[in-house]
């Protein structure tokens, strides 16, 4: 985030947003995902195509959808090469897992300039926690997350209080 003394107001996607994007292929299964965004410390990201345009996002929700209905943990193999239930098979190669299948197709994306207020608005309406910030060709540019309207916000609050202190 770099919000550079701008009024809270004032500041944009681009002033709020996190550009170190990690961006997950439609075709990664559900397991790697998951470890990929647990190492990575977040909890969703951009799904993207071979071109790298913005295709769909992966969420914890997404997750917990998935694990609700019980894919995650008593799946049924239709293979030629698994025989009986009790058979290991490689999730990392089995697409009905895939992220395509279990993302969220047709993400909430934002331009570079759209300011904090319509940001925070398109966030509420549609019941998300984070935004992908996308250029012209739909590439993402970064993530603006509910914690970084609330750390601007925060900042906002500590900045009045210091001048307050001042006066």
Known sequence: MRISGKPLFNLTAADLMNEEVETIPPWMTLPAAARMLARSHISGAPV??????CVGVISTTDFMTWAEKGEAAG?????????APWQIVDDDNFT?????????????TVSPQES???LAQKMVDAHIHRLIVVNEENKPLGVVSTTDILAALANAVN????LERRS
């Open 75 to 83: 799946k049924k193999y239709a293979s030629a090469d698994v025989y």
């Open 116 to 118: 904090i207020g319509e």
């Open 159 to 162: 900045s009045k209080r210091q």
């Open 48 to 53: 993207v195509n071979p071109e790298g345009e």
């Open 96 to 108: 009905a897992n895939s992220v395509r299948g279990h993302m969220t197709a047709d993400p909430v």
